[in-house]
């Protein structure tokens, strides 16, 4: 069983169902690029291959959504199990169909990893990239691609030299950089014996990877919070840095919640660098009841330091634990003791592109 199929399943036993079902496959399918336009007959019978796949994890979403099946029903779990099961082998079916009438398209192997890579098959998913990277080497999505893999399942060296070669043939493209500055945070370890640099140097070269995707993406708000919360796990605490990342994430957010849920992130750096008076002023701005809690606790940890001797001041750390999905941009993590302030951040997952 597929790890799609194994969440979607399990998403039917949650109390919230469209919610569990739609965060689901928001992490399963990552980013979609549409192929571009050509007069090729094989581009564009792969072009409508690729609107099947969409298409397919879109059926089997409405199906999760409104068979809303008891958990105590086996017979009925087993049965959408096998509907899911036998429409993902109707879509395996015709990519394989494809390959076979054109075992030259580079595009048609890379889109059905990605699909393969999207319903859980990684193991399967690779061995599609690899064929594409074989017939078209020059392409930087197929090595985004294999870098991710080696990222999340082994083989830190290959993802950091995979990451560099995506980023060569294609330095216009801010999903490498960030992807790479990413697994860079998240393994600093491996990086600082790959490339033979101190941690904080690791920082540097994360840090100055997500600025570079950054300049190229200045709007979206969604890396730019990826690049303020990596700030979480440097210590000492970058101050400066940490305040101008957010207060950018500020400047281009779209609605009043994104704005509330910076602002509660502003206001955790301030407390845990001194500033209390700044990070109340902050907390007295934010009215939306779903940050009532963390509100709160911020509130009574400003209370609680700002008498306190400057080297009491809480620290920032860095924490992998997953916050609840359906809270924007930031953590609900409490303290989990009197004498440091956790700034939690879970890891964001890796984008991923289809062919264009």
């Not at 609605?255 to 907390?283: C, D, P, W, Y």
């Amino acid at each position: 069983m597929s790890d799609l199929t194994i969440g979607l399943l399990s998403a039917l036993l949650a109390t919230n169902q469209p919610q569990a079902v739609s965060n689901l496959v928001q992490e399963q399918t990552g980013m979609s690029v549409p192929i571009a336009d050509s007069n090729d007959p094989a581009e564009r019978e792969l072009r409508n291959l690729m609107i099947a796949d969409d298409a397919t994890l879109d059926e089997i979403n409405d199906w999760v959504n409104t068979n809303h099946i008891p958990q105590t029903d086996t017979n009925g779990i087993a049965e959408l199990h096998r509907k899911i099961n036998a429409r993902l082998q109707v879509q395996k079916d015709a990519y394989q169909s494809f390959l076979r009438d054109h075992p030259d398209s580079a595009h048609g192997y890379l889109a059905y990893g990605s699909f393969l890579n999207d319903i859980g098959e990684e193991e399967s998913a690779k061995v599609q990239y690899e064929n594409s990277k074989l017939l078209d080497p020059k392409n930087p999505a197929v090595w985004n691609q294999l870098a991710n893999y080696y990222g999340e399942y082994g083989g830190l060296t290959n993802a950091f030299a995979y990451y560099t070669e995506a980023i060569r043939l294609d330095p216009t493209e801010p999903v490498y950089y960030q992807n790479f500055a990413t697994t860079m945070y998240l393994f600093r370890k491996d990086a600082r014996e790959y490339y033979g640099i101190s941690e904080q140097q690791v920082f540097d070269k994360a840090l100055g990877l997500y600025q570079q995707a950054i300049k190229l993406k200045p709007d979206d708000l969604v890396l730019a919070t990826d690049y303020a919360e990596s700030y979480y796990g440097i210590k000492p605490l970058r101050t400066n840095d940490a305040l101008m990342a957010w207060t950018n994430c500020l400047n281009i957010c779209k609605n009043e919640t994104e704005r509330e849920g910076i602002l509660i992130h502003l206001s955790r750096v301030k407390i845990a660098a001194g500033m209390f008076a700044e990070a109340q002023a902050h907390l007295d701005t934010i009215t939306n009841p779903a940050f009532a809690d963390m509100k709160n606790r911020l509130e009574r940890m400003t209370k609680l330091y700002k008498d306190l001797p400057t080297n009491s001041t809480p620290s920032v750390s860095s924490n992998t634990s997953n916050p609840p999905k359906n809270t924007p941009l930031m953590s609900t993590n409490a303290p989990v003791s009197p004498n440091a302030l956790k700034l939690e951040a879970a890891p964001p997952s890796l984008p991923e592109q289809k062919p264009q």
